[in-house]
């Protein structure tokens, strides 16, 4: 054979392409994206894929009815951003360009809106603004009373740095993470007084649910979660300030919320021992309660409180206690009374102003802390000789005023008291009154020659 015949052997006759009729029945979203549409009703697969509402309308936009929307994909911030295979999303509706442009408000619009007028808390659009609010708070925990710190933080802070990590594993602790700093946001931030108390509503909403619901199935390995729970919720009442009716220790609309929390750590505590809940997550077994710490000196040394010449009132007061007026038996007052009275041996020592002893006593909320149901249940029947009891460790609280949820409590308490007395135990309301309003007033003359040694300084 020849070159030529050769040649045409190989290559062989040139096939035509059949041709075909092209389909103009697809939606319109597939035709503004240029993609084939399977044409499926009422929805085409790829509209389905993509969540956008199917079209096929006569009506509906052609491809050239409108401009290509370019700016929609612009990366305004942030390093470029490498291109994925596949044509660009258009401007597919009109629904897709409403939300576009609400998102594409300034920062300055944004933060405005999401600071500024927020809705209650839980009924916000977005998720996403919770959590951004819950981040704020748990920073304002972590680092609120470093912001003034004129040295290194606290080397001993275990509710600073512990409860935030034990929340991550029992997520009601947050909650009232969050409620203690809602609360105090709402004393820095007066203006936005009523946000704040809303916020920390829902959280404490929360956080008492959850910690109420491992409560009723208590084990051994939860109870220093369930501890620091119910030391939050005890904080949390006092945060929220003073309130009308309620006097801290009683109150006219039924017992105090708190004291029935306070009493739940003390038998968490009895139950497990403070050595168990010391040892946190890491319990392994039976650990050795840690001996009482011994106080060489007294509180108000370290506190920095004026010394107080307590002894003598309290002797006759004792004396007035034991024979009540009414003849009813004075055990349970003087069971009270004379817990109340080693707080303030601790807190302003004996007759020559020392204190070496038991430095539990120093922390004034012991007192509560170990009070009897009987004389709780007096209190709240507004016992005349109980109520005075109460006035007197109003005193104790006036002194630690330092921390930011106890302020106004020791003058709340006092008035609280001397709506429910008579004249013939009001004479007892007096050394009380007369200790806070002294306090006061060396606390604030103190204050004030701190901040002209600040200024010529």
């Given at each position: 054979m020849d070159g030529s015949s050769s040649e045409q052997t190989k290559v062989g006759p040139r096939r035509l392409r059949r041709s075909h009729q092209k389909s103009r029945a697809g939606c319109a979203n597939c035709k503004k994206r240029r993609i084939k549409c399977d044409e499926g009703k009422p929805e085409c697969k790829n509209c389905s894929a993509f969540g956008?509402?199917?079209?096929?309308?006569?009506?509906?936009?052609g491809?050239?009815?409108?401009?290509?929307?370019?700016?929609?994909?612009?990366?305004?911030?942030?390093?470029?951003?490498?291109?994925?295979?596949?044509?660009?999303?258009?401007?597919?509706?009109?629904?897709?360009?409403?939300?576009?442009?609400?998102?594409?408000?300034?920062?300055?619009?944004?933060?405005?809106?999401?600071?500024?007028?927020?809705?209650?808390?839980?009924?916000?659009?977005?998720?996403?603004?919770?959590?951004?609010?819950?981040?704020?708070?748990?920073?304002?925990?972590?680092?609120?009373?470093?912001?003034?710190?004129?040295?290194?933080?606290?080397?001993?802070?275990?509710?600073?740095?512990?409860?935030?990590?034990?929340?991550?594993?029992?997520?009601?602790?947050?909650?009232?993470?969050?409620?203690?700093?809602?609360?105090?946001?709402?004393?820095l931030e007066p203006e936005r007084r009523s946000y704040y108390y809303s916020l920390a509503e829902n959280h404490?909403?929360?956080?008492?649910?959850?910690?109420?619901?491992?409560?009723?199935?208590?084990?051994?390995?939860?109870?220093?979660?369930?501890?620091?729970?119910?030391?939050?919720?005890?904080?949390?009442?006092?945060?929220?300030?003073?309130?009308?009716?309620?006097?801290?220790?009683?109150?006219?609309?039924?017992?105090?919320?708190w004291l029935p929390l306070l009493r739940g750590l003390r038998s968490i505590i009895d139950s497990v021992g403070?050595?168990?809940i010391a040892a946190g997550p890491l319990y392994t077994g039976v650990v050795e309660p840690p001996a009482p710490p011994i106080a060489a000196e007294p509180a108000a040394e370290m506190f920095q409180c004026p010394r107080l010449d307590w002894i003598n009132h309290f002797e006759r007061l004792r004396e007035f206690i034991a024979a009540p007026l009414d003849g009813s038996d004075p055990a349970t007052d003087l069971d009270a009374f004379d817990k109340l009275r080693l707080c303030y041996m601790a807190t302003y020592g004996g007759l020559d102003g020392?204190?070496?002893?038991?430095?539990?006593?120093?922390?004034?909320?012991?007192?509560?802390?170990?009070?009897?149901?009987?004389?709780?249940?007096?209190?709240?029947?507004?016992?005349?000789?109980?109520?005075?009891?109460?006035?007197?460790?109003?005193?104790?609280?006036?002194?630690?005023?330092?921390?930011?949820?106890?302020?106004?409590?020791?003058?709340?308490?006092?008035?609280?008291?001397?709506?429910f007395v008579g004249e013939s135990h009001r004479v007892w309301l007096q050394w009380p009154i007369e200790r806070v309003a002294f306090i006061q007033r060396e606390k604030t003359q103190h204050a004030s020659t701190v901040e002209s040694i600040r200024r010529t300084g």
């Open positions: 956008v509402k199917c079209n096929y309308g006569d009506k509906a936009e491809l050239r009815d409108k401009p290509f929307e370019r700016s929609m994909f612009s990366n305004s911030y942030g390093p470029p951003v490498k291109r994925k295979r596949g044509r660009p999303r258009t401007n597919w509706s009109d629904e897709d360009q409403s939300s576009t442009s609400a998102s594409q408000l300034s920062p300055a619009s944004t933060e405005s809106s999401s600071l500024g007028t927020l809705p209650p808390p839980y009924q916000r659009t977005s998720r996403s603004m919770e959590n951004l609010e819950e981040l704020r708070l748990l920073h304002h925990f972590t680092t609120r009373e470093y912001n003034h710190a004129a040295s290194n933080p606290p080397v001993h802070d275990p509710l600073r740095m512990r409860a935030p990590m034990l929340g991550f594993t029992y997520p009601f602790i947050l909650h009232f993470i969050y409620e203690f700093s809602a609360l105090d946001l709402a004393r404490s909403e929360i956080g008492l649910k959850g910690v109420t619901q491992l409560l009723a199935h208590f084990d051994v390995k939860d109870c220093h979660a369930i501890y620091t729970g119910a030391v939050f919720a005890c904080m949390n009442a006092f945060a929220r300030g003073p309130m009308p009716g309620e006097y801290l220790l009683f109150s006219e609309q039924g017992p105090p919320q403070i050595g168990t020392s204190y070496h002893g038991n430095g539990d006593h120093q922390n004034a909320f012991v007192w509560p802390y170990q009070l009897d149901e009987d004389f709780t249940t007096r209190l709240q029947e507004r016992k005349p000789t109980s109520l005075i009891i109460a006035a007197h460790f109003a005193v104790l609280l006036k002194n630690l005023e330092f921390i930011w949820f106890l302020e106004g409590w020791a003058e709340h308490v006092i008035a609280g008291v001397g709506k």
